[in-house]
């Protein structure tokens, strides 16, 4: 996948929706429970991702929405169900570097000391995988085209100036714009995001956002979680609106509607 490098940032616009394909992502009623007692947190979810789709995953707090992500990223494999990714297993993919996965930045440990630019050459991993090297090597194992590569991808989200940063010095908008670049290191072909835009400020939203749609353009395939329910009309092929089952799975325009958006929030959310 090649990297975009774009000097400006224009309203977010959707764009059309890719021709059918074989899905990159066949989940065939997928059913899961809490880890500490037995409520479901998903109840026979059944939904197909497309190439080249960015689909927003909408839901109210405590409907699966992060409990689905662990499960197509590989992190939680106890759930009934069938599930492919790319016409295979998933843990197949995930050898491959196919699928990325961005948790909630609560999801993560900061207080490991690890630079801005090295974080991203962790994406870089299934490449020299790829390249025969094996075996266990540290971030002094790195050549100068590694090195160069997560520059790139830094500078694809306009965070190239701080990669020599300690990443827990980041404010919470540039945190997430060093996770997507990692994602673009990687040449994942599967990204899939918790909550990207959740207390990010509005440079970091519009970079954030910009690279996914072009991601998307390029053939990637985009699952992002976002409340913000109005947002998903401008940028998303497809709305997956969760609340422990599927409410509904289609065209913005026929899935955000006040009758459906009561019946997954339980209420009325006043923006129609």
């Known amino acids: 996948m090649k990297l975009l490098e774009q000097e400006t940032h224009p309203a977010i616009v959707r764009t059309e929706q890719p021709q059918a394909a074989a899905p990159v992502v066949a989940a065939k009623g997928i059913t ?63 050898r491959s570097n196919f699928v990325a996965y961005m948790p909630q930045e609560g999801d993560i440990d900061w207080d490991y000391p690890v630079l801005v630019k090295d974080v991203v050459k962790l994406g870089l991993y299934g490449r020299i995988r790829r390249q025969g090297l094996q075996r266990l090597f540290s971030v002094s194992d790195y050549t100068e085209s590694h090195t160069a590569a997560a520059l790139t991808a830094l500078k694809t989200v306009e965070m190239e100036e701080l990669a020599d940063r300690d990443i827990k010095a980041l404010s919470g908008g540039q945190k997430k714009r060093v996770f997507l670049a990692r994602a673009l290191a990687q040449e994942a072909r599967l990204l ?75 209420r009325s959310l006043h923006f129609f």
């Open 32 to 94: 899961a429970q809490y880890p500490l007692n037995k409520d479901l947190a998903l109840d026979n979810v059944t939904f197909d991702l497309f190439p080249g789709e960015l689909v927003a995953l909408i839901g109210p707090n405590g409907a699966g929405k992060s409990t689905l992500f662990n499960i197509l990223s590989g992190v939680n494999r106890r759930y009934a169900g069938s599930l492919t990714v790319n016409g295979t297993s998933l843990l197949s993919q995930q």
């Open 192 to 266: 899939l995001l918790d909550e990207p835009l959740s207390g990010v400020d509005q440079r970091s939203e519009a970079v954030i956002m910009d690279v996914l749609t072009a991601m998307a353009a390029q053939g990637v395939t985009v699952l992002m979680a976002s409340h913000d329910i109005a947002g998903a009309r401008l940028y998303a092929h497809r709305v997956l609106l969760l609340n422990k089952r599927v409410i509904q799975m289609g065209p913005p325009e026929k899935v955000i509607t006040e009758s459906l958006i009561s019946q997954a929030f339980g």
